[in-house]
């Protein structure tokens, strides 16, 4: 079983042109935690602009995906005694993903606004709200110690709280076994906790996905494949994804280029490097070898592309089940 503690977040993806990017004076490409005010000006734009709802936050989608391709998977989080709260849990269950998600009364759901510009970029702005409050106590030990992965993301680290229940979990983890994943998905997270970060991956992590960006705040080197192999000597498994031109694994000090898999003009960014993480531990979950495993990954990201939103529809997910249990997916 795959258990990730993330942010539950309802993802709301707006069309947007390049002009309203510049008006709302947003940093195109980047994640920005906003307050209340900032939501409801974001909110008002949406209502002018075509507009899809789904289930998101970089852990979930990773835990969904993986729930999709038949891996048990589990999501712990945060989430408002709200609508918005209530439609989360539901459509997890929708989606076949075992739910750990404690309700609070003190703040709102989390959501983030998906700004897409015609070029296909994404630009995202968070309102974290009931993740705020994720603390140590909501950890469920057993669900921990039981699990083959255990998955976080570097947004788990802007309240002390979260940093809190990580650490226990990571705790829990070490004490049972269980391999840890860590996504550091967003360049700000890295930026914000460069030196922390550097040693939650030396002390406590097997495999970290990374994107070249994120790599290159985090080593101060704009060489993807050189990141890559320093990442690599402070963990079992590093992950360094470069978009258009593949991704590089590290494992055990030896490095793998990954070709990418799928079309060169993506209709949607949104939720790439999370899907490629879950294609990724797909791979590791039924004991494929590190290679296998990254190619799986590339080609559900290179999927996950071709469509608005991080989630596979019903009839998708079963296409890609039975590619990736035919073998087929070798020769593509």
Partial sequence: MVYGIGNPLIDII??????????LGIHKGTMALISNQRME????LSKQRKTTYSCGGSCPNTIIALASLGVPATLAGKIGSDENGKIYRDRLTKLGVQDELVTTDKEMTGSTVILITP?????????????RLYEAGDVCESTVAGADFFHFTGYMWDTQSQQAAITKALSIAKQNNTTVSF????PFAVGRYREPFLSLIKESCDIVFANR???RILFDNYDPYECCRSMGKLCRTAIVKNGKKGSYICHEGVITAIPVKGPVVPVD???????YAAGFLYGQYHNFSIQDSGIIASILAGEIITQRGAQFSNEQAEELKKLLSSGTWRSL
Avoid: K, P, W
């Avoid at 707006?14 to 008006?23: A, G, L, R, W």
């Avoid at 070029?119 to 993740?131: K, P, V």
């Avoid at 996504?183 to 967003?186: G, R, V």
């Fill in 14 to 23: 707006v069309s947007v042109e390049e002009q309203d990017i510049v008006d």
């Fill in 119 to 131: 070029d296909s970029e994404r630009s995202m702005n968070t309102f974290l709200g009931a993740n």
């Fill in 41 to 44: 000006e974001l909110l008002q």
């Fill in 213 to 215: 960006e994120e790599a």
């Fill in 269 to 275: 960014t949104t939720g790439a490097g999370d899907v």
């Fill in 183 to 186: 996504d550091l998905a967003d």
